[in-house]
Structure formats: C-alpha cells, structure tokens
C-alpha cells in the first residue's frame, strides 16, 4: 500500500507541458450532425479523448506535429494530419466519418454482432473500454451494466467471480453472453459462470448489452438478451502499460500490457497478464486469480486478414454458497459479512465450499474481402476447461450448531473432524472434502457470408457448429485425517476405498452437438433500415454414465437425442428528422431444452415429454438526438411457453421423486429510459428507468411425481398464475453524473435503485391456492463515487483512479430465496456489499 502510495505522489510531482492544443469536429454525413463519443488519439501515443455531444474534441499535444486517428463503431477511421506552434492552438474544422458496414472487421466473425446507434433496430447499451477501466475497481464484471436499462446484476454469494447477472426478469441462463461473437453459455445448462472470465476487463475493448431479440448472428437467440464482449485487437503501435490497484480486504492487482506495433512484413502482436490477490470482502472468501491475453495478427496481401486470439483466467476462490436467514446474519458478530462455509485445518483458514477453474479460449479469425461487394468472415474456435467447485462428503458436520464449530456461527473446527476419522482407523473417514468437477473440451466454427446485390440490399448468410464434451465426476480432495473413503455408487466398482484423486459419488459424460444456420436480408436507404432473418439449428444430446451401468451394459451410451428449433425475426429503424428516430422488431423462435430436462433422475433416463421452450417477442422504441440529449425511450413485450423446469421432489418416505413440469409459461413486458444529457462541455449526466412487469401466466395443472424407478408416485397442482417472477427487481432507476471540474480530472457519481423486488421460488412449492404471494425485499438504493486524473510524467501518460462503491454503506439484501412461510421470516438470504474501495495508477509507455 505505502509503494503504490509511493508510487503515486511522484506520478502526481512530474508533469511535463504540452506542445500545442488540435481541436476539430467530427460529423456524420448519414444524419448531417455532430457525431459524440469518437474516439480520437494521437498515433503512436496513448493520448486521446472523445468527441463531446456537438462532435467537438480538444486535445493538447506534445509534438509540433504529427497525425491524429478518429474512429467510431459502424465508421470507416479516419488519420489526418496536424502541425501546431508552441502553445498555440490548431483547429483541424470539420472531419467526415464515413459509415463502413465492415468496419467491425477487427472482431473478424460476422458483421453487425454489435448494434449501430440509430440504424440496428434493438434496445442497445454500449460501454467504452475507458468506462469499463474507471469504474471497475474490485466489483465483478457484470456489475460494469448495472446502471443499463432492464439488468440487474449482483455478486450472489459474494465470492470472487460469483456473479450473475440478469437482463429483463430472465436468469443468467437466458442470456446470451459472446466474447468476440464466440458463445461462452454452457452448452448443457445455458449457465455463464462469471468467475472463468474474472480477468477478461483487462482486455475489453467495447462491452455491449442488446436486450430482447437482439442483432447477434446466432442460429437461435437468446430469450433475455445479448451480452457481447470484445476484447482489445493487437495496436497498430509500439508500446504498452503497467497498472497496480489496492483495495479493500487486501485486494492487490498488478498487471501489464505490451504491443509490438506493426512489422515490415504486416505482422503485430498483443501481450497482456495481471495477477489478483485479495481475503474477499466475505469471510472465507480469499481468491488468487490471474488473466492473460494474446493477440497475433498478420495481413496477407490486400484482400485476407488472419488474426489468433488466445485468452483465460486461472483462478480459486472460496465461495459462500448457503444462504441463511436474516435472523442468522443479526445473531453473528460477523453481521452480513458472514459465511458458513469455511473453517480452520492446522491453524489455516480451509474453505469447505470453493470455486477453481481455468477455461481458456484461443480462436482463429479469417477475414476475405472476395471483391468490392462480397465478403467472408470466418472463425474457428476451442475451449479447453477443467477445474470444479468444493463440498463435502459423508456425515454432515458443518450446521450452524454444529459441535464441531468454535461456537455458535463460528468458523468450523476441521481438526475435530481430523481427530475422529483418525480415530476409526481402518473404517475410513466418516466426512470429507471433495470436489464436484465439470471438464469440458468445446469446439466450433462461424462463417458468415455477406454480399451487396443492390446499393440498398446485402443479404448475410452464415453457419453455427459447435461440439461439446463435458465430464461430469465427483473426487475426494482432502480425507480430513481417514485412511480412505467408502463408495459405492460405482456399479463397475462397488467397494470403492477411495484415496484423494479418486472418483466418487458420480461419473458422466454429457455431449452436445449443435448445427446452425441463418439467412438475413437487410435494407438500407436514406433515413430507413431494416431486416428480415430466417434461422434454424439442431441441438443433440447424448449422455455416458459411467457409474449407474455397469461397462458391459448397452444402456451405459444413450443414442443422441435430437431437437430442431427455429427463428424467425424482423425489424425497421426509420429517422424521420435529424434528431429522431423509431424502431421496431418482431420475432418467434423455439429453443431446446437444457441437458437436465431430457435426462431425468441423474440417469440415462429419456424425458419422452421434452419440447422446445416457445418464445414470441415484440419491441417498439423511439431515439433522439441533437448536440446536448441523447435519450432512448422503448417497451416491449416477450411471452414465454412451455419452460424447460425440472425439480426433485422429497417423498414422505426420503427418497427422491422428480416432476418434469409442462406447461409452464410466463409474461414479461415492461417500459425502459435511457438519457445523457450535456449542458456544457466537461459535464454529463445520464440517467435510466426500467419498469417491468415480469410474471407466471397460468397456473399448471396434473404436475405427475415419478419415483426412481418411474413409478407415478403422486399428481400435483401448481397454483402460480399472476404470481410475480422473483430474482431481479422489477423496477430499476439511476441518475449519474461526471464532471470535469478541473484539467485531466473528473469527478463521477452514480445511484442505483432498486424495487418490486420478489423472492425466487420454487413453483413445486405453492401446490395451494390459498398461497400468498412470495415475500417481495426492501427497496434499496446504493452510491457509487470516483476521481479520475490524468497528467504526464517524465514524457509519459499517465492516470490515477479511485472508487468507492455504496459510500453511504447502505445495508440491502442483494438475493433471496422465498421460504415457506412467504415472509422475511423464512426467507432464505445474501446480503450485498456495504462500503468498499479501491485506488489504482496506470502508466502508458
């Protein structure tokens, strides 16, 4: 802390002057205005700025002359040179971007993954790199998006990585998240797991959010809405940077980044690692977790592009995973910092639940410009991931007021359970730590064609292959003192003496093959553009079970099971003045059912009633724009039917039954805002509004109860029409503001609200109609503040950055699950982070 300290007053003493000051103004030609938020940097510095909202930029300059480059998402970029006296000022007038349908060609997938503004015709938030880099500090990357329209994003359990994220009433699982076009959903759940990619806001170049149907070239969307993040492409200059932060519960981050520049021969190379160390603001939460980046890229004569990008985050972290009682949090002296799933082995903080992964991912891109009109994009891709999350095994140890805890709801006292496994001797440990493993191999490949057949008409046509592997088994990792551990859930093995390493509990194999395909037709003239698009895919199943059968048994191998889903979506954006414009879209699609709703009871067991989930979306909006308001203003409406849910069911007697629940379907529909606002150069405030209605349309009647051997056991009704869809808050709110108040300083401030905030239930659970409706948590608000200053020093730029998250350490409940009694009483609880920090300095070289 005292180095970084250090470190920052003399970056703070050195500054040095600039040569001159280059203003200009940047204009679209398309709408005849101003165009704000382009980037603008002096080649071969990291020098730069953004265009305010009447397109104008000012930027001081410490060489006599040179050349500046402007660049803006869906624009061809422009260099143009500038030659300034000392201390005077250059002004380079008025500076054209043409629009360039493939100037997105970096990403190297598809045109359009990312939406323009005012011509794609869907609900879009955009984040800069520069947005992402001030505001990030130590919270996790989702939370980069909570202040856009219809998301709400939460750190769960609170442990490094565990974050999720939820996007118009619809769970993680819904939404589709890209990393440069590439999917990254878990093939058989649908699920993103946040902390593989913990490190990847290092290398964000733009972070984009499309909402509802979106314009992703996928064969079959998404029914939430899109996340599409696109890393940094390698620089066309030399150079790099270093940063360190320091924040809160011993959070350290250091990390650098490095580019070649561009070779004689067209070849250039990006390299980026950090490292990231912190006790974790909940207890028993440390982490250790690292990012590295690189980018290789090479120009082959003048009509190919090749570029290979490889990246990942190795990390480990303890995890809170339980929830508990509001009661619970009041009655310890940790308060809502406390967790119960860690403890002390020899004297060293050992965590019972945990969370290691490294899924890194390497693609390689080929862009063929065919000729003047015709162009091909292509990317093949893979995906090696291995790693788990940690438990327990055996006799359960661990409850609240368990004697083998150092007290009430304290820490728990491993080496007790040390002593008594070593006590029974050759009868082998009673309880154990374990892992919970989810390996998987995934390879795919995109390839989109595009082609211009008129001025006004391209027509895209592409493919979507994908394979995946994931292995599915349970290992001892810690025998807590024992000799081994008894098993005998392996049918090939039934007297399984396990040692750590071993196999234990469950051992499978999922596998997923999906084929896709899309053809789009878009038009474009004058102030109209729209779209027409026909998609369809097929997804296969197949399952291995290595335990439940013996090796000999022909059932251990499942056939694939096989669903055809399709799309079918269009949309129009019409600017009827210079300033405004609508939008609308329309669109139905049917999707696959997860992986656990074709194979029931954890077995090789087909799901004869699996169907597709049924989504039938509409979305009307309205943009406007002159040179100090920019504001977004849509509703829409998405009904969802025949949701994949299946849910274990406790019988009376302990064993398990299962419900493979049909006919569920549910409304969401709701209204959002969005606005910036520029009075004068220097100050912006922005602001958002989401009010959704997010609800389960009919009540289901007739749910049958299996037992394991698929004997109808008991029928069920679930009484669940007009009850409120928990889990996110249904009314969101936010006003932000950044102020330049003095040179190369800015001041920001932003406050999230948050209500209508429903409880998640289980729909198994309201099987009376006299059910109230689940408990709804307290509104809650939350403020973040930040200072941002960039100066030179010794003749390079450099910046330091502060935050504080929820400054006035507000107290909310982030999470909850709904309990029996519908009430705060029983509800079942995470607490979100109250005051945190963190201070960091960059140095561009």
Known sequence: MRKLLLLAMLFASATIFAQGTVTGKVIDPEMDGPLPGANVMVVGTNTGTTTDFDGNFTLNVDKASGKIELSFVGYKTKTVDFSVSNGATTDLGEIVLAPDADALDEIVVTSFNLAIDRKTPVAVSTISAAEIETKIGNQEFPEVLKSTPGVYANKAGGGFGDAELRMRGFEGENIA???????????????????????????????QTQRGLGAAKVAVPSIGGTVNVVTKTTDAEKGGSIYAATGNDGYTKFGATVSTGVS?????????????????????????????????????????????????????????????????????????????????????????????????????????DINEKTQLSTAIYASFGTGG??????????????????????????????????????????????????????????????????????????????????????????????????????????????????????????????????????YSKGDLDAFVSLAASNTSYKRVDYFNYLDSDPQQETDFVNFFGYQVKGGANYNFTKSSGLFANIGYFEKAPFFDAVFLNFVNDINPDAENQKIFSTELGYTFRNPVLRANVNVYRTVWSDRSLIYSYNNPDGSLGVANILGVNALHQGLELDFEYRPFDGLSVTGFASLGDFTWKDNVEGVQIFDEEQNLIDEINLYIEDTKVGGTPQT???????????????????????????????????????????????????????????????????????????????????????????????????????RTYTVGAKLNF
Do not use: C
């Open 264 to 368: 004689e021969n067209g070849l250039a190379a990006t390299v980026s690692a950090s490292r990231t160390v912190g006790d974790g603001y909940v207890d028993g939460t440390e982490f250790i977790g690292y990012n590295y980046f690189v980018n290789i890229a090479k120009e082959l004569g003048d009509n190919h592009e090749l570029s290979f990008t490889a990246f990942g985050a190795p990390q480990r972290h303890g995890q809170r995973q339980n929830r508990h009682l509001i009661q619970t949090y009041r009655e310890s002296d940790r308060g809502t910092k406390f967790n119960s799933d860690w403890g002390y082995l020899n004297g060293q903080v050992t965590h019972i639940e945990d969370n290691f992964y490294h899924k890194p991912q390497m693609s390689l891109n080929h862009y063929w």
């Open 177 to 207: 998240v890209m990393i440069n076009g590439v999917p990254v959903n878990d093939m058989e759940n649908g699920r993103v797991y946040w902390s593989n990619w913990a490190g990847l806001s290092d290398v964000t170049r733009t972070m």
């Open 389 to 522: 999350g940690g438990g327990w095994a055996g006799t359960n140890k661990f409850g609240l007021d368990s004697e083998y805890r150092d007290g009430y709801l304290q820490p728990v006292n491993l080496d007790l359970i040390v002593d008594e496994n070593v006590a029974r001797g050759a009868e082998g440990s009673e309880t154990i730590l374990r892992a919970s493993r989810n390996d998987h191999n995934w390879f795919g490949g995109l390839s989109t064609l595009s082609t211009d057949i008129t001025e006004d008409i391209e027509i895209l046509a592409g493919i979507d292959l994908r394979y995946y592997k994931g292995k599915h088994f349970q290992e001892v990792t810690n025998l807590l003192g024992g000799q081994y551990y008894f098993d005998d859930s392996n049918a090939n093995d039934p007297v399984n003496l396990a040692q750590v390493g071993d196999k234990i509990s469950y051992w499978n194999d999922g596998i997923v093959l999906w084929e896709g395909g899309f053809l789009q037709a878009e």
């Open 732 to 834: 969101t709110a936010g006003l932000g503001v950044d102020y330049e108040f003095l040179s190369d300083m800015r001041f920001r401030a932003n406050y999230n609200y948050f209500a209508e905030f429903y409880s998640d239930f289980d729909p198994v659970s309201r099987t009376n109609p006299d059910t109230p409706e689940v408990w709804k948590t307290p509104n809650f608000g939350t403020l973040d503040v930040g200072l941002t200053y960039d100066f030179s020093v010794a003749g390079f730029d450099a910046t330091l950055n502060a935050n504080v998250y929820n400054i006035t350490d507000t107290e909310y409940i982030a999470n909850a699950q709904n309990g029996l009694g519908n009430n705060a009483r029983t509800a079942l609880v995470w607490y979100g982070f109250e």
